[in-house]
C-alpha cells in the first residue's frame, strides 16, 4: 500500500514539475491564447477635448496578441502633429485621445507568433501600428500608403482591436503594438536619442533620399524646429552643403553648430534673393503658411521643393504665378515605410546624428506644447514616461 502511494506521488511530482517546466520556458503569451489574457492596463496623459490642454488618464491596451509586442515605454518625445491633431486642427477628433508617435521603451512581453523581438530588446514606434499587410504598398514597404486604406496611425485612428475604439499614442507608459509596426533600436543610441527619429527623423529622411541629391550638392532647409534641425544634421552627414533658413535669429549658432554651411535669418522673404537659383533641392519643415513661390525661389530651375510640414486643415496656400515663375518642382512628402524607418534609426546610430533634445516630465507637458508654438523649443522635447 505504501510502495503504491510513493509511486502515485513521485509520478504526480515529476508530471506537475514537467507541466511548469514548460510553462516557465514557453511563457504565458505562448501558452495562453489572447482569448485567456486580460486587457493591459495604462496610464498616461491625454486629450479630453480640443482645448490643447492634457490630463491624466487611466486607461487600457488590448491584450498582447500572436503577432504583437509590449513595450514598457522609457520616453516618448512632442512632435508638433500633437498639437495640432489634439486642438482638431486637422479635423474633428474622438477622446479621449493619447497622442505620441515618437516611442522607445523595452519589450516586456511577445506573442506566440513573434520571432522579430523578443523580451528585454529595445524598441521603439513611430506613425504607424497597423495596416492591411497584403497589398502591393505593404508588401513593399510602404505601409503609409496602403492601398486598402487601412493604415491605422498611432493615435486618434479608428480600432477595433482598441478597447477605447481608437489607438492611443505614446504618451503612456506602455504600447501593445503588431511587432511588424516596431524598430529594433540599438545598442549603440540613447533610448531618449532615438525617440524623436520615430518621426522627425523618417519625416526628413525620407525625402532627403528620395531626392538623390550628391555629395557637396546645395540643399536648402526652410523652418529650423523639431523636424528641421533633425533634417540639417541628416544632410550633413550625407555630404551635402546645407543652407538653413530661419525667422528666428537666436538659433542662427544652433544651425552652424549643426554644420550648415549657412543660416539664413527670413525677417521678411526679401532676405531670400540672393540664393535665388543657388540650391540644388529644399526642404521646408514650416507647419504654417508662407510664401512657398519665395523660398522655392531658392532652387535651380528644374529642382525640387518638398514640403513636409502640415499646416492647420492639410491646407497650404499657393501662387501659381510664382511658383510658375521658379520653374521649380513642387511635391510633398508623409513618412516612411517600416524598412526605411529602420534604416534612418541605424543611420542615427552608426554616425551619431542624435537630435537636440530636452528631456521633461510628465507634468510639464502643457507647458512644453505652449513652448512648441511659441517656437522656444530647442529642439524636440522628450518626456520622460516613468513619470506617467
Known amino acids: 500500500m505504501k510502495d503504491n ?4 506521488r513521485r509520478k504526480f511530482i515529476q508530471q506537475t514539475s514537467f507541466a511548469g517546466a514548460g510553462l516557465i520556458l514557453a511563457g504565458p503569451f505562448q501558452i495562453f491564447g489572447q482569448s485567456t489574457m486580460k486587457n493591459i492596463k495604462s496610464k498616461g ?4 477635448d480640443a482645448s490643447g490642454k492634457l490630463v491624466p488618464w487611466e486607461f487600457e491596451r488590448r491584450a498582447v496578441g500572436d503577432n504583437d509586442i509590449l513595450i514598457d515605454i522609457k520616453f516618448t518625445s512632442i512632435c508638433h502633429s500633437d498639437i495640432h491633431q489634439m486642438k482638431g486642427d486637422w479635423g474633428a477628433q474622438p477622446y479621449p485621445q493619447v497622442p505620441g508617435h515618437e516611442i522607445a521603451g523595452i519589450v516586456t512581453a511577445v506573442g506566440s507568433k513573434v520571432t522579430k523581438f523578443k523580451v528585454g530588446d529595445r524598441a521603439g514606434v513611430g506613425c504607424m501600428v ?4 497584403k497589398c502591393e504598398s505593404c508588401k513593399h514597404g510602404e505601409e503609409q500608403f496602403c492601398d486598402n486604406g487601412a493604415t491605422v496611425f498611432t493615435y486618434g485612428y479608428p480600432d477595433k482591436t482598441s478597447p477605447s475604439g481608437i489607438s492611443q499614442g505614446g504618451y503612456s507608459n506602455n504600447i501593445v503594438v503588431r511587432d511588424h509596426f516596431a524598430v529594433h533600436i540599438p545598442a549603440h543610441i540613447p533610448l531618449e536619442q532615438a525617440a524623436p527619429l520615430l518621426c522627425a527623423g523618417i519625416t526628413t529622411y525620407s525625402p532627403l533620399m528620395n531626392a538623390g541629391f550628391k ?17 540639417v544634421k541628416l544632410a550633413v552627414a550625407k555630404g551635402a552643403d546645407v543652407y538653413a533658413f530661419t525667422t528666428s535669429p537666436d538659433k542662427v549658432n544652433d544651425i552652424l553648430s549643426f554644420g550648415a554651411k549657412d543660416a539664413i535669418v527670413v525677417d521678411d522673404v526679401s532676405k531670400l534673393k540672393p540664393y535665388k537659383g543657388k540650391l ?6 514650416i507647419p504654417t503658411q508662407f510664401d512657398v513661390a519665395a523660398y522655392a525661389s531658392v532652387v535651380k530651375r528644374g529642382g525640387f521643393f518638398t514640403q513636409v510640414g502640415m499646416p492647420v486643415g492639410f491646407n497650404l496656400t499657393l501662387s501659381n504665378i510664382g511658383l510658375a515663375n521658379t520653374h521649380v518642382n513642387f511635391n510633398a512628402s508623409l513618412i516612411g515605410g517600416m524598412p526605411e524607418t529602420q534604416e534612418v534609426v541605424d543611420f542615427c546610430a552608426d554616425n551619431k ?22 517656437k522656444e523649443a530647442r529642439y524636440r522635447y522628450v518626456i520622460d514616461a516613468a513619470t506617467f
Not at 502511494?5 to 502515485?8: A, D, K, L, V
Open 5 to 8: 502511494f510513493e509511486s502515485s
Open 45 to 48: 496623459y491625454a486629450a479630453k
Open 130 to 133: 497597423d495596416s492591411c499587410m
Open 215 to 231: 555629395r557637396g550638392d546645395k540643399i536648402g532647409v526652410a523652418g529650423i524646429g523639431g523636424l528641421g534641425h533633425l533634417a
Open 280 to 285: 540644388d533641392y529644399m526642404i521646408s519643415t
Open 353 to 374: 546624428v542624435f537630435p537636440q533634445i530636452q528631456i521633461i516630465r510628465a507634468d510639464q507637458i502643457n507647458d512644453a506644447w505652449t513652448k512648441v508654438l511659441n
